[in-house]
């Protein structure tokens, strides 16, 4: 029974993304239509509606989104198809040059170049993916809606008549790729549904949570402050906060010491060799803050703590009999997050993780599994809150970015399934 309810929720989701992608290249024929120099960047389909990147000559207004939506109604109603269009990667690319697209004309020049685009790792969009032979893109897919062409490789829905109904949500800042030495786009968000009372109930959700906004409440509280001497996104908490904080630290700790949770804690800096040996420096030394001393060594303020609980646990010789060992903390962990992404507690440079690894046997994982989705459920159940299951799976195509063989990631996700149907729990991936 669960299993048909989890392919038919992944199944509704997928459906749902798609139309929402669609959403988003009809926004973008609308600004096109409006403002025939608009160079586009990237607009995927992303949790709760869709954006796209956009460089203009003119500063949206609230009221230029009304003038979109007017735009995107018309365009709808002419049922327009989203006809897939297969191009040579230097075709495409001569294309968009002669469509003064330069951010499309970059990520092709990437697809060429090496198969991929880093965009896909910084915004999740993985539409620009062609077919690839060992050196780069051989082939890339654009679709067409009208007059509007853009480079992505789908799926879309059949013609504009299937996309559902839509409003556009605000504007914002986004610099291309992330980078704040790249231009400064505006980026458009809107938001797409099956039918008007899914999207009257989203809406009427968004206002309920500004109500309950945590930034506005922690004020009003007297929860938190922060300040701009000590710096955006590193929380001061007051003594009501803290008093808050440690409760909720104890409650955590109840709910982990009966499992055989044991305690540990761990500094705030590290060598920077730790994150070499870990592989984590490759991937992460941009966000991390880097410290100098007297030494000469260099040392970074720590990111993450798994590499830290390694090193507790190798600090000794170790019998198999004494797995599973379960070590846990509660620290704050700090990241070079860009200023624009910063809000509230929700985006900061400190964060205060609950944090524990376990160390097993490739037979334990389903229990410590069990156990680690008992506590979870005992934390969020009193306050009145449901789960959701959103099942993260390796990359088999892209296995160097993964420690562990296939077999060894095959079977501990099957696991992890397995865990799922016995609770009978939904998810999606």
């Known amino acids: ?78 049922k327009l198809p989203y006809q897939r269009i297969e191009m040579d990667i230097d075709a495409a690319i001569e294309e968009m040059k002669q469509r003064k697209q330069p951010y499309k004309v970059e990520l092709l020049s990437l697809l060429k170049e090496r198969g991929s685009t880093a965009v896909i790792e910084e915004t999740g969009d993985d539409d620009a993916i062609g077919v690839s032979n060992d050196q780069g893109v051989e082939k890339v897919s654009f679709y067409q809606t009208g007059h509007f062409v853009d480079l992505c ?23 291309w790729r992330g980078n704040e030495k790249n231009p400064q786009l505006q980026r458009l968000y809107g938001t797409a549904f099956n039918n008007k009372e899914e999207l009257d109930h989203y809406l009427w959700f968004l206002e309920e949570a500004k ?17 701009d001497l000590v710096g955006g996104g590193l929380p001061l908490f007051t003594p009501k906060g803290t008093l808050i904080r440690n409760l909720l630290e104890d409650f955590v700790q109840s709910l982990q ?15 920077s060799d730790l994150y070499k040996v870990s592989g984590h420096w490759d991937k992460f030394q941009e966000d991390i803050f880097h410290v100098s001393g007297k ?12 590499p830290h609980h390694t090193q507790i646990y190798a600090s000794r010789m170790r019998s198999y009999r004494e797995l599973p060992i379960r070590l846990s903390e509660v620290t704050a962990v700090y990241r070079d997050e860009l200023p624009g992404t910063l809000h509230g ?30 506590i979870i459920e005992g934390f969020y159940k009193p306050f009145g809150m449901d789960l959701s299951v959103q099942l993260s799976l390796w990359d088999e195509k892209h296995p160097e970015k993964y420690l562990g063989t296939p077999e060894i990631w095959h079977d501990a996700q099957e696991q992890l399934r397995q865990v799922l149907r016995d609770k009978n729990v939904s998810w999606t991936k």
């Not at 490789?153 to 610099?175: E, N």
């Not at 109500?211 to 300040?227: A, V």
């Not at 010491?257 to 060598?271: A, C, F, L, N, S």
């Open 1 to 78: 029974m669960s299993t048909s309810v989890e392919v038919a929720d992944e199944q509704a989701q997928l459906e749902l993304d798609r139309m929402r992608h669609s959403t988003a290249h009809l926004m973008a024929a609308a600004v096109q239509l409006l403002w025939p120099e608009a160079k586009f960047g990237v607009g995927p389909a992303i949790k709760n509606g869709f954006y796209y990147d956009i460089e203009l000559p003119v500063a949206l207004s609230p009221k230029d989104l009304e003038r979109i939506e007017i735009k995107m109604r018309e365009l709808k109603n002419k």
């Open 211 to 227: 109500k309950r906004d945590h930034r506005r409440l922690g004020q009003e509280l007297d929860l938190f402050t922060f300040s």
């Open 295 to 306: 030494s000469g060594e260099d040392f970074c303020i720590k990111p993450m703590n798994c």
């Open 153 to 175: 490789r789908g799926p879309h829905v059949d013609t504009t008549s299937q996309i559902g109904v839509f409003k556009l949500m605000s504007i914002a800042g986004a610099y």
């Open 257 to 271: 010491e009966p499992h055989g949770y044991q305690r540990v804690h761990i500094p705030h800096i590290t060598k």
């Open 345 to 374: 507690l929700s985006r900061v440079r400190a964060i205060t993780q609950d944090d524990a690894h376990v160390f097993c046997r490739s037979e334990q994982v389903a229990e410590e599994v069990q156990r680690i989705y008992s």
